[in-house]
């Protein structure tokens, strides 16, 4: 890893988010992403984020809003709701060093929990965030599908 470079996530950041998220998701989002940066623009203190540079060009990003009341919890927590790394420099630590900015930011603020959700089939997530320190929830996400809604 040559010269990395941690900072906030900054709006001219969009375009290269949503080329990374084209890369690792198939789409690149950009809807969601214009969508969290309008909150981010309305409410900064409510959105740790962190972009990761290599000589100068965003190859990592990681966003984690701070909420209240979510997932039946009576304290403040983050949910990293976007992490991307570009397929070239992933296995090379920006992730890490990204959750490490963000658990920084969340400590500032006083915020002990950060939750997150993945695929269990995506077994390079799993494998990620479980060397990063997390564990399986004690509440479980639960879906249905709507149609036909009986």
């Not at 959105?47 to 990681?62: D, K, S, V």
């Not at 479980?130 to 479980?140: D, E, K, M, N």
């Amino acid at each position: 890893m040559s010269q990395l470079q941690l900072r906030p996530v900054r709006s001219d950041d969009l375009e290269r988010m949503a080329e990374i998220e084209s890369l690792i998701a198939g789409h690149p989002r950009r809807g969601f992403l214009a969508k969290r940066f309008s909150a981010i623009a309305a409410n900064p203190e409510q959105f740790p984020t962190c972009a990761a540079l290599e000589q100068g060009i965003l190859m990592g990003y990681a966003i984690a809003p701070i909420q209240e009341g979510d997932f039946g919890s009576r304290h403040a927590l983050a949910v990293l709701d976007v992490i991307g790394v570009s397929p070239e420099v992933q296995g090379k630590g920006l992730g890490r060093a990204m959750l490490g900015a963000i658990k920084g930011q969340l400590k500032e603020r006083g915020i002990a929990l950060l939750k997150t959700q993945i695929a269990w089939a995506d077994r390079k997530m799993v494998q990620f965030f479980s060397s990063a320190g997390f564990s399986l929830s004690p509440s479980q996400i639960i879906e249905r599908g709507t149609f036909p809604l009986e």
